[in-house]
């Protein structure tokens, strides 16, 4: 009974931990267009990229967006917007699987996910 309730408390520290740490390491901008961008982001798009889950590049992540920014922030509109599709399936569905997101707020979230990546890099500055 002890050891459930240690293995319980254990949970729910972990939980907590993450829940709260890497949320408040995200930048937040003054700009209203990135804040806005920001909302979407928090309820949609950070259930994959926070982290990086199933192989979406995460925020923290400045060598996979630098890769990606290559290809020009127009591509990188029209996959958040179209999906991204594999053999087996979406990779990350359009619009991140939320067909009531309008087009601008999907691109506002991608704008707040590029700013606060190269807000990143630059604090990782030494
Ligand atoms: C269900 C998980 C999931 C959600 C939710 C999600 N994504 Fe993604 N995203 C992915 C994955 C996985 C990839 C990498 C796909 C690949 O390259 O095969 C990706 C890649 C991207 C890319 C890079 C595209 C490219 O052409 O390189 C952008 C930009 C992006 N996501 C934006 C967003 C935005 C904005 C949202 C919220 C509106 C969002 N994503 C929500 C999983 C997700």
Aim: hydrophobic letters at 40%; aromatic letters at 6%.
């Amino acid at each position: 009974m002890q050891r459930l309730l240690v293995v319980v408390l254990s949970l729910l520290f972990l939980a907590g931990c993450e829940g709260k740490a890497p949320q408040s390491e995200l930048p937040i901008f003054d700009d209203p267009q990135l804040s806005l961008g920001m909302n979407t982001w928090m309820q949609v798009c950070r259930n994959c990229h926070l982290t990086g889950v199933a192989g979406a590049p995460a925020i923290h992540d400045a060598n996979a967006w630098q890769a990606r920014m290559k290809s020009g922030r127009e591509k990188l509109y029209k996959s958040a917007l179209n999906g991204i599709a594999t053999d087996s399936g979406w990779s990350m569905p359009p619009k991140g699987g939320m067909q009531q997101l309008s087009d601008q707020q999907v691109k506002l979230a991608v704008d707040y996910m590029l700013a606060a990546q190269q807000q990143l890099i630059t604090e990782q500055r030494p």
